[in-house]
T-cell receptor
Framework: GAVVSQHPSWVICKSGTSVKIECRSL??????MFWYRQFPKQSLMLMAT?????????EQGVEKDKFLINHASLTLSTLTVTSAHPEDSSFYIC???????????FGPGTRLTVT | DAKTTQPPSMDCAEGRAANLPCNHS???????VYWYRQIHSQGPQYIIH???NNETNEMASLIITEDRKSSTLILPHATLRDTAVYYC??????????FGTGTRLKVLA
């Protein structure tokens, strides 16, 4: 149990375009989902926290107009990187917390390359 | 949130116990300690968590000192597949995780 999927697993896009990444909890309902970014040889950095049906809470320094997060259901959250630039190239990882529990379960990650 | 400190890297012989330490000297009474690991280019995998009692599951054991200022994750019989970066995280009720730099464990054949 507690499986989280992400789609796509990798994506290459051109500078200036937008990319949407999906995060799904497959076998549980996720009240809260989290989005992280990880650069090579670095640790995970929390970008935002999203609760189903409400606006996401962004960490300091993360542009909410650039990284659009939608958490429309208890099993799906999406991250859209708008007007992507090469510096947005990174490994994006989501996690989900099931209702009435505390531990987070992580997706496999999405590698974004902006050319 | 409490900050964690871990050694940057460790080696362990295959079949031996791997003991990974973590310092969390500013931990508060209601903060839990979580351990995750990340194998290259994958999402972190949950291992174990605890508050103040020692915990054991099918993957590992977690030993928390009585003053709760440090903990040790024990992999009883390390295999090559346990090679990964191990993260010790302290969580408070907002559910947020703040990842530290982790320990890169290399299991040697």
């Amino acid at each position: 149990g507690a499986v989280v999927s992400q789609h796509p697993s990798w994506v290459i896009c051109k500078s200036g375009t937008s990319v949407k990444i999906e995060c799904r909890s497959l076998d549980f309902q996720a009240t809260t989902m989290f989005w992280y970014r990880q650069f090579p040889k670095q640790s995970l950095m929390l970008m935002a926290t999203s609760n189903e049906g409400s606006k996401a809470t962004y960490e300091q320094g993360v542009e909410k107009d650039k990284f659009l997060i939608n958490h429309a259901s208890l099993t799906l959250s999406t991250l859209t990187v708008t007007s992507a630039h090469p510096e947005d190239s990174s490994f994006y990882i989501c996690s989900a917390r099931r209702t009435a529990a505390y531990e987070q379960y992580f997706g496999p990650g999405t590698r974004l390359t902006v050319t | 949130d409490a900050k964690t400190t871990q050694p940057p890297s460790m080696d362990c012989a295959e079949g031996r116990a791997a003991n990974l330490p973590c310092n969390h000297s500013t931990i508060s009474g209601n903060e839990y300690v979580y351990w995750y690991r990340q194998i290259h280019s994958q999402g972190p995998q949950y291992i174990i968590h605890g508050l103040k009692n020692n915990e054991t599951n099918e993957m590992a054991s977690l030993i928390i000192t009585e003053d709760r200022k440090s903990s040790t994750l024990i992999l009883p019989h390390a295999t090559l597949r346990d090679t990964a970066v191990y993260y010790c995280i302290v969580r408070l009720g907002t559910y947020k995780y703040i990842f530290g730099t982790g320990t890169r464990l290399k299991v040697l054949a």
